[in-house]
Structures are given as structure tokens and as C-alpha cells.
């Protein structure tokens, strides 16, 4: 088996990745070699969104990525929406809608209606649907989530306001 050596730029710093496999997934990378476990492993056939990322600005599963085809890539998760120790705006509108429930769609969830917002301030709720429908939630029955979009929506607006 060949190993690998490549850097990979996630959440605005390089992290290197040593003797790594080439068929490694993105996911397992992010969380097993650089220890950063926002996003989910849950089905690994990009059916359930819980390992959404971003890579170059378009949300992937990350389960399905190579990770080594992602070098020279910028790569977003749920741990770079905002700064350390601070929540992003969606974050704090999941908590107050109280659309976080057993938590293991939300990161994947947040990656995607923080692009989702970054293009679309005023989405309605078909075109929220239509984001989020690569991202799984079984707890939620998804009415608190779009409520949580709505919210952050509107206080992107009023900050830019």
C-alpha cells in the first residue's frame, strides 16, 4: 500500500497529512488524522448530508471525496463558520428556534444553509427545502430548521442593514 504526504487547507490553515492512503475519504481524514469531528460519519453514501463540507464554496458529502483530490482546495466545516469560541449566526438561530435535537444532521445542516444564506438572503421556505434536501434530520420533522433559517435570515439582513 503507498502512502502519501499532502497539505490540505481547512477552515483557513494548513494541516499536514502524513502517511496517508490514497482511497482515504475527506470525512475520515477530517476527523481521524486532524482531529476536527463536526462533521458525521453516519450512512458513508452521501445519502444523509451529516458529513457536509465545503470545498472551494460548494457543499459536498464529505464521505465521498478523496481527500487527497482536495489539496489545493479551500475546504470549509462546521468548525470554520466561525471564529474559535465564538457561534455562527445560524448556530445561535438553531439554539433559539430550538432546531438542534439529537444534533447529528446539524452540523451538516448548518454547512448547508450557511451557503444557502451566503447567495440567498431571503429564501422561502421551498427554496430552504430544496437546499437542505441532500441533509437527513430525524428528530425535528424539519419545521423548527426552517424557522431557524428564517431567523438567521432576517438578522444577516438587519447586520447588513
Known amino acids: 500500500m503507498t502512502t502519501n504526504h499532502y497539505t490540505l487547507k481547512v477552515n483557513g490553515k ?7 492512503w490514497t482511497g482515504e475519504s475527506l470525512l ?10 463536526g462533521a458525521k460519519n453516519a450512512c458513508e453514501e452521501g445519502e444523509c448530508g451529516s458529513c457536509s463540507v465545503r470545498i472551494d464554496n460548494e457543499v459536498v458529502c464529505g464521505c465521498l471525496v478523496l481527500a ?19 457561534l455562527a449566526d445560524v ?3 438553531f439554539i433559539e428556534a430550538g432546531a438542534v435535537q439529537c444534533g ?18 431571503q429564501p422561502d421556505d421551498l427554496t430552504v427545502r430544496e437546499a437542505i434536501s441532500g441533509n437527513l434530520c430525524r428528530c425535528t420533522g424539519y419545521g ?9 435570515a432576517t438578522k444577516r439582513r438587519e447586520a447588513t442593514s
Open 14 to 20: 494548513e494541516h499536514q497529512v502524513a502517511d496517508a
Open 144 to 152: 423548527r430548521i426552517l424557522e431557524a433559517v428564517n431567523l438567521a
Open 68 to 86: 487527497a483530490t482536495a489539496v489545493d482546495c479551500e475546504i470549509t466545516t462546521i468548525e470554520g463558520l466561525a471564529p474559535e469560541g465564538e
Open 91 to 93: 448556530q445561535e438561530a
Open 104 to 121: 447529528f444532521c446539524t452540523p451538516g445542516l448548518l454547512v448547508t444553509i450557511d451557503k444557502l444564506l451566503e447567495t440567498n438572503d
Open 28 to 37: 475520515w481524514v477530517l476527523r481521524e488524522r486532524l482531529g476536527l469531528p
